[in-house]
Protein backbone atom coordinates (compact mmCIF):
# COMPACT_ATOMS: atom_id res chain seq x y z
CA UNK A 1 0.00 0.00 0.00
CA UNK A 2 1.42 3.50 -1.00
CA UNK A 3 1.29 5.87 1.33
CA UNK A 4 -0.91 9.25 0.36
CA UNK A 5 2.31 12.00 0.04
CA UNK A 6 5.23 11.38 -2.11
CA UNK A 7 8.28 13.36 -1.35
CA UNK A 8 10.45 13.77 -4.38
CA UNK A 9 14.45 14.27 -3.76
CA UNK A 10 17.47 14.34 -5.55
CA UNK A 11 19.71 11.72 -3.69
CA UNK A 12 18.85 8.22 -1.90
CA UNK A 13 21.24 9.67 0.82
CA UNK A 14 18.98 12.92 1.60
CA UNK A 15 15.43 10.63 1.15
CA UNK A 16 16.80 8.19 3.94
CA UNK A 17 17.31 10.83 6.58
CA UNK A 18 14.10 13.14 6.00
CA UNK A 19 12.11 9.78 5.23
CA UNK A 20 13.02 9.18 9.35
CA UNK A 21 11.94 12.99 10.03
CA UNK A 22 8.03 12.05 8.24
CA UNK A 23 5.42 9.46 9.28
CA UNK A 24 4.13 6.60 7.74
CA UNK A 25 1.99 8.91 5.20
CA UNK A 26 4.64 10.20 3.62
CA UNK A 27 6.67 8.47 0.91
CA UNK A 28 10.21 9.44 -0.06
CA UNK A 29 11.73 8.73 -3.51
CA UNK A 30 14.94 10.13 -5.29
CA UNK A 31 15.16 11.34 -8.73
CA UNK A 32 19.24 10.85 -9.00
CA UNK A 33 20.10 14.39 -9.68
CA UNK A 34 18.43 16.17 -12.44
CA UNK A 35 16.15 14.14 -14.92
CA UNK A 36 16.42 15.38 -18.13
CA UNK A 37 18.65 17.97 -20.00
CA UNK A 38 19.01 19.85 -24.27
CA UNK A 39 20.18 17.09 -26.10
CA UNK A 40 24.07 17.86 -27.76
CA UNK A 41 22.45 18.07 -31.18
CA UNK A 42 21.66 21.34 -33.45
CA UNK A 43 18.62 23.11 -32.46
CA UNK A 44 17.68 22.05 -28.99
CA UNK A 45 17.42 26.09 -28.43
CA UNK A 46 15.56 27.61 -30.94
CA UNK A 47 16.22 31.75 -30.39
CA UNK A 48 13.87 32.38 -33.26
CA UNK A 49 10.64 30.89 -31.85
CA UNK A 50 11.21 32.52 -28.24
CA UNK A 51 14.20 30.09 -27.36
CA UNK A 52 11.60 27.48 -27.62
CA UNK A 53 13.78 24.42 -25.41
CA UNK A 54 13.99 20.38 -26.33
CA UNK A 55 14.14 18.02 -23.75
CA UNK A 56 15.55 14.77 -23.39
CA UNK A 57 16.01 12.02 -20.49
CA UNK A 58 18.47 11.33 -18.97
CA UNK A 59 19.83 7.81 -19.43
CA UNK A 60 20.49 7.60 -15.73
CA UNK A 61 17.12 9.02 -14.63
CA UNK A 62 14.87 6.19 -16.03
CA UNK A 63 14.70 4.32 -14.12
CA UNK A 64 14.17 6.61 -11.28
CA UNK A 65 11.50 8.25 -13.24
CA UNK A 66 9.38 4.96 -13.73
CA UNK A 67 9.63 4.40 -9.94
CA UNK A 68 8.24 8.03 -9.66
CA UNK A 69 5.40 7.61 -12.01
CA UNK A 70 4.43 4.45 -10.61
CA UNK A 71 4.11 6.00 -7.01
CA UNK A 72 2.33 9.41 -8.40
CA UNK A 73 -0.47 7.44 -9.59
CA UNK A 74 -1.74 6.43 -6.05
CA UNK A 75 -0.45 9.42 -4.10
CA UNK A 76 -2.76 12.20 -3.51
CA UNK A 77 -0.11 15.07 -2.74
CA UNK A 78 3.20 15.28 -4.13
CA UNK A 79 5.41 17.38 -2.47
CA UNK A 80 8.91 18.86 -4.39
CA UNK A 81 12.33 18.91 -1.49
CA UNK A 82 14.77 18.82 -3.76
CA UNK A 83 17.68 21.38 -2.80
CA UNK A 84 16.73 25.21 -2.07
CA UNK A 85 18.20 26.97 -5.09
CA UNK A 86 17.98 27.56 -8.53
CA UNK A 87 19.05 23.83 -9.81
CA UNK A 88 17.09 22.44 -7.15
CA UNK A 89 13.94 24.48 -7.93
CA UNK A 90 14.87 23.23 -11.54
CA UNK A 91 14.95 19.10 -10.84
CA UNK A 92 11.27 19.51 -9.31
CA UNK A 93 10.26 21.46 -12.38
CA UNK A 94 11.82 18.67 -14.66
CA UNK A 95 9.80 16.00 -12.57
CA UNK A 96 6.05 18.29 -12.49
CA UNK A 97 6.05 19.14 -16.26
CA UNK A 98 7.00 15.01 -17.00
CA UNK A 99 4.19 14.20 -14.43
CA UNK A 100 2.10 16.76 -16.40
CA UNK A 101 2.55 15.49 -19.75
CA UNK A 102 1.63 12.10 -18.77
CA UNK A 103 -1.29 13.37 -17.10
CA UNK A 104 -0.50 12.42 -13.83
CA UNK A 105 -1.25 15.35 -11.69
CA UNK A 106 -4.91 15.88 -12.35
CA UNK A 107 -6.55 16.17 -8.61
CA UNK A 108 -3.72 16.12 -7.47
CA UNK A 109 -1.73 18.84 -5.18
CA UNK A 110 1.94 19.68 -5.98
CA UNK A 111 3.66 21.47 -3.89
CA UNK A 112 7.33 22.59 -3.61
CA UNK A 113 9.28 22.33 0.09
CA UNK A 114 12.46 23.39 1.02
CA UNK A 115 15.05 23.50 4.12
CA UNK A 116 18.46 24.95 4.47
CA UNK A 117 19.17 22.32 6.94
CA UNK A 118 18.18 18.77 7.26
CA UNK A 119 17.15 18.56 11.01
CA UNK A 120 13.72 17.14 12.18
CA UNK A 121 12.41 21.30 12.65
CA UNK A 122 13.88 22.14 9.75
CA UNK A 123 12.00 19.49 7.66
CA UNK A 124 9.01 19.43 9.66
CA UNK A 125 8.74 23.40 9.55
CA UNK A 126 9.14 23.42 6.01
CA UNK A 127 6.40 20.66 5.21
CA UNK A 128 4.44 23.32 7.06
CA UNK A 129 5.32 25.77 4.81
CA UNK A 130 5.13 24.40 1.39
CA UNK A 131 4.32 26.32 -1.03
CA UNK A 132 4.10 26.73 -5.46
CA UNK A 133 7.64 26.31 -7.15
CA UNK A 134 9.37 29.95 -7.71
CA UNK A 135 8.59 30.69 -11.27
CA UNK A 136 11.61 33.26 -11.24
CA UNK A 137 14.02 30.80 -10.22
CA UNK A 138 12.83 28.53 -12.76
CA UNK A 139 13.50 31.00 -15.60
CA UNK A 140 16.61 31.92 -14.30
CA UNK A 141 17.32 28.24 -14.53
CA UNK A 142 16.10 28.00 -18.56
CA UNK A 143 17.88 31.41 -19.51
CA UNK A 144 21.04 30.08 -18.45
CA UNK A 145 20.64 26.56 -19.68
CA UNK A 146 20.27 27.97 -23.11
CA UNK A 147 22.85 30.58 -22.66
CA UNK A 148 25.43 27.39 -21.78
CA UNK A 149 24.36 25.81 -24.82
CA UNK A 150 24.13 28.57 -27.18
CA UNK A 151 27.54 29.76 -26.31
CA UNK A 152 29.01 26.28 -25.70
CA UNK A 153 27.85 24.80 -28.97
CA UNK A 154 28.38 27.78 -31.21
CA UNK A 155 31.60 28.74 -30.17
CA UNK A 156 33.18 25.05 -28.82
CA UNK A 157 33.47 24.01 -32.78
CA UNK A 158 35.44 27.06 -33.84
CA UNK A 159 37.64 27.11 -31.33
CA UNK A 160 38.54 23.52 -31.89
CA UNK A 161 39.45 23.81 -35.76
CA UNK A 162 41.32 27.26 -34.84
CA UNK A 163 43.15 25.35 -32.00
CA UNK A 164 43.33 21.61 -32.23
CA UNK A 165 43.11 20.12 -29.28
CA UNK A 166 41.80 22.65 -27.17
CA UNK A 167 38.63 21.16 -25.09
CA UNK A 168 35.71 23.76 -25.28
CA UNK A 169 34.21 26.95 -25.06
CA UNK A 170 31.84 28.31 -22.31
CA UNK A 171 29.48 30.64 -21.13
CA UNK A 172 31.77 30.89 -17.65
CA UNK A 173 34.87 29.06 -18.49
CA UNK A 174 35.87 31.28 -21.58
CA UNK A 175 35.45 34.35 -19.50
CA UNK A 176 37.34 32.61 -16.50
CA UNK A 177 40.00 31.44 -18.92
CA UNK A 178 40.77 35.57 -20.18
CA UNK A 179 40.75 36.30 -16.69
CA UNK A 180 43.42 34.03 -15.32
CA UNK A 181 44.94 34.55 -18.89
CA UNK A 182 45.37 38.31 -18.31
CA UNK A 183 46.39 38.39 -14.45
CA UNK A 184 49.28 35.80 -15.73
CA UNK A 185 50.05 38.38 -18.55
CA UNK A 186 50.33 41.42 -15.50
CA UNK A 187 52.27 38.92 -13.35
CA UNK A 188 54.90 37.96 -16.09
CA UNK A 189 54.78 42.13 -16.04
CA UNK A 190 56.16 42.54 -13.03
CA UNK A 191 59.28 43.77 -12.20
CA UNK A 192 60.63 42.27 -8.77
CA UNK A 193 62.62 44.40 -6.62
CA UNK A 194 65.15 42.89 -3.91
CA UNK A 195 64.92 44.38 -0.51
CA UNK A 196 66.05 43.07 2.92
CA UNK A 197 64.75 43.28 6.26
CA UNK A 198 66.33 43.57 10.02
CA UNK A 199 65.07 41.45 12.47
CA UNK A 200 66.09 40.69 16.48
CA UNK A 201 64.82 38.18 18.54
CA UNK A 202 64.65 39.48 21.68
CA UNK A 203 63.13 38.35 25.38
CA UNK A 204 61.17 40.24 28.37
CA UNK A 205 63.31 40.05 31.40
CA UNK A 206 60.38 36.59 32.40
CA UNK A 207 62.29 35.17 29.58
CA UNK A 208 59.21 35.63 27.30
CA UNK A 209 60.49 35.95 23.37
CA UNK A 210 59.57 38.64 21.21
CA UNK A 211 60.76 39.95 17.72
CA UNK A 212 61.36 43.45 17.08
CA UNK A 213 62.26 44.60 13.07
CA UNK A 214 64.60 47.33 12.39
CA UNK A 215 62.23 50.57 11.43
CA UNK A 216 64.94 53.17 12.11
CA UNK A 217 68.56 54.05 11.63
CA UNK A 218 71.01 56.65 12.16
CA UNK A 219 67.89 58.85 13.09
CA UNK A 220 65.97 57.73 9.90
CA UNK A 221 62.93 56.12 8.98
CA UNK A 222 63.84 53.19 6.93
CA UNK A 223 61.20 52.90 3.77
CA UNK A 224 60.71 48.89 2.17
CA UNK A 225 63.56 49.35 -0.40
CA UNK A 226 66.41 51.17 1.51
CA UNK A 227 68.05 47.66 2.34
CA UNK A 228 67.67 46.76 -1.33
CA UNK A 229 70.45 44.14 -1.00
CA UNK A 230 72.48 41.98 0.68
CA UNK A 231 75.50 43.95 1.39
CA UNK A 232 73.72 47.01 2.64
CA UNK A 233 71.96 44.80 5.22
CA UNK A 234 74.80 43.13 6.29
CA UNK A 235 75.89 46.82 6.81
CA UNK A 236 72.91 48.03 9.01
CA UNK A 237 73.39 44.69 10.60
CA UNK A 238 76.92 45.44 11.82
CA UNK A 239 76.05 48.98 13.14
CA UNK A 240 73.88 47.81 15.50
CA UNK A 241 74.83 44.21 16.71
CA UNK A 242 76.55 45.47 19.92
CA UNK A 243 74.44 47.98 20.64
CA UNK A 244 72.18 48.39 24.16
CA UNK A 245 68.69 48.08 23.07
CA UNK A 246 66.13 49.81 25.57
CA UNK A 247 62.44 50.34 25.73
CA UNK A 248 61.25 53.71 24.73
CA UNK A 249 57.64 53.67 25.02
CA UNK A 250 55.06 51.12 25.79
CA UNK A 251 51.44 51.20 23.87
CA UNK A 252 48.44 49.48 24.95
CA UNK A 253 45.47 49.54 23.41
CA UNK A 254 41.89 47.52 23.13
CA UNK A 255 42.02 44.97 20.00
CA UNK A 256 38.55 43.37 19.14
CA UNK A 257 38.83 40.12 17.16
CA UNK A 258 35.00 39.08 14.86
CA UNK A 259 34.65 35.11 14.11
CA UNK A 260 35.42 34.57 10.78
CA UNK A 261 31.65 34.73 8.92
CA UNK A 262 30.22 31.66 8.02
CA UNK A 263 31.23 30.11 4.74
CA UNK A 264 29.79 30.61 1.35
CA UNK A 265 30.95 28.08 -1.17
CA UNK A 266 33.79 29.86 -2.33
CA UNK A 267 35.23 30.39 1.31
CA UNK A 268 34.50 26.59 1.54
CA UNK A 269 36.68 25.48 -1.05
CA UNK A 270 39.54 27.91 -0.84
CA UNK A 271 40.16 27.27 2.83
CA UNK A 272 39.35 23.59 2.13
CA UNK A 273 42.38 23.69 -0.59
CA UNK A 274 44.51 25.91 1.73
CA UNK A 275 44.21 23.90 4.97
CA UNK A 276 43.57 19.89 3.40
CA UNK A 277 45.11 20.62 -0.29
CA UNK A 278 41.51 19.44 -1.36
CA UNK A 279 39.97 19.71 -4.88
CA UNK A 280 37.29 22.08 -4.95
CA UNK A 281 35.25 18.79 -6.22
CA UNK A 282 35.83 16.53 -3.25
CA UNK A 283 35.45 19.61 -0.82
CA UNK A 284 31.80 19.31 -2.10
CA UNK A 285 31.49 15.77 -2.11
CA UNK A 286 32.49 15.90 1.71
CA UNK A 287 29.67 19.15 1.92
CA UNK A 288 27.13 16.97 0.93
CA UNK A 289 27.65 14.32 2.43
CA UNK A 290 27.25 16.46 5.95
CA UNK A 291 24.58 18.52 4.26
CA UNK A 292 22.50 15.05 3.72
CA UNK A 293 23.34 13.37 7.07
CA UNK A 294 25.93 11.11 9.12
CA UNK A 295 24.81 7.98 11.44
CA UNK A 296 25.25 9.64 14.91
CA UNK A 297 24.42 7.33 17.62
CA UNK A 298 21.98 5.07 15.46
CA UNK A 299 20.45 8.40 13.94
CA UNK A 300 20.96 9.91 10.32
CA UNK A 301 21.52 13.62 11.65
CA UNK A 302 22.61 16.56 8.46
CA UNK A 303 25.68 18.77 10.23
CA UNK A 304 25.76 21.82 7.90
CA UNK A 305 23.48 24.15 5.84
CA UNK A 306 23.31 24.16 2.32
CA UNK A 307 26.71 24.51 0.86
CA UNK A 308 26.34 25.74 -2.72
CA UNK A 309 25.23 29.41 -1.69
CA UNK A 310 26.71 31.13 -4.59
CA UNK A 311 26.87 30.34 -8.76
CA UNK A 312 26.35 31.12 -12.38
Keep these: ?14 AKTINKYLGPDYEVVASYGHVRDLPPKDGSVEPDNDFAMSWQLGERAAKPMSEIKKLAKKATTIFLATDPDREGEAISWHVKEMLSDDKLLVGKSVRRVTFNEITKKAVQDAFANARDLDQHLIEAYLARRALDYLVGFNISPVLWRKLPGSRSAGRVQSVA ?52 NEDAARKAEARIRNKDLKVVKVEKKQVRRHPYPPFITS ?35 GLITYMRTDGT
Aim: charged share 25%.
Design 1 to 14: MSAPNLVIVESPAK
Design 177 to 228: LRLICERESEIEKFNAQEYWSLVAKLATPKGEPFIARLTHLAGNKLDKLDLN
Design 267 to 301: SLQMDASRRLRFAASQTMRVAQRLYEGVEIGGETI
